[in-house]
């Protein structure tokens, strides 16, 4: 059995139903404050057919450590895209769901070599090394950059086909001498 959503509206003690479509849902995640009063009805809709729901459910950061996980189960893009922006996510998310969305999408692995300081009770180390293991030059790109990438992680790249790689490794690598000497 599919659940039924709608609205009631209780008006001088009678109620009024009004069936919502998807997309009113939606909207009404979408225009709902994120704030703990609202954490039972985001971690009720998480059971919403909808990925567009979804997608709008995973940037709240009201929700429980169950529905989060619910929300990166469903395997949509989206939903997991929306995940990655959500920093009560970033906070409960393991190194193995990071490796796994790494290897799955070009587009999450950036995301995350965007953000690796938000993740902040994970391994930098680990998780700087699984960035840079991507075949991406842009997820490459943007993990050398970041601050918390040491030089010996980025020396292999000094001759890397990519020049734009390559240059920033090189800058990367003279820049920390220059801080140590």
Do not use: W
Not at 159 to 174: F, G, H, S, V
């Amino acid at each position: 059995m599919t659940n039924k959503y709608e609205l009631v509206i209780t008006i001088e003690g009678k109620e009024v139903r009004i069936d919502m479509p998807f997309y009113n849902v939606s909207n009404i995640v979408n225009e709902l404050p994120d704030v703990k009063d609202n954490e039972d009805i985001f971690n009720a809709l998480t059971n919403h057919p909808s990925k567009q729901v979804l997608s709008n459910l995973a940037v709240k950061t009201n929700l429980s450590t169950e529905s989060l996980l619910k929300l990166f189960d469903t395997g949509y893009n989206s939903v997991i895209q929306s995940l990655l922006s959500n920093p009560t996510f970033k906070k409960s998310v393991g190194i193995e769901d990071l490796d796994k969305m790494i290897k799955a999408d070009a587009e999450f692995a950036n995301i995350i070599a965007l953000s690796i300081e938000q993740f902040e009770d994970l391994d930098k180390t680990k998780l700087i090394e699984l960035l840079l293991a991507s075949k991406d030059p842009r997820v490459i790109h943007n993990t050398i950059n970041n601050y918390n990438t040491k030089k010996n992680m980025v020396k292999k790249f000094k001759n890397y086909p990519d020049n734009l790689i390559a240059m920033d490794t090189i800058r990367k690598l003279e820049t920390e001498e220059e801080d140590n000497g």
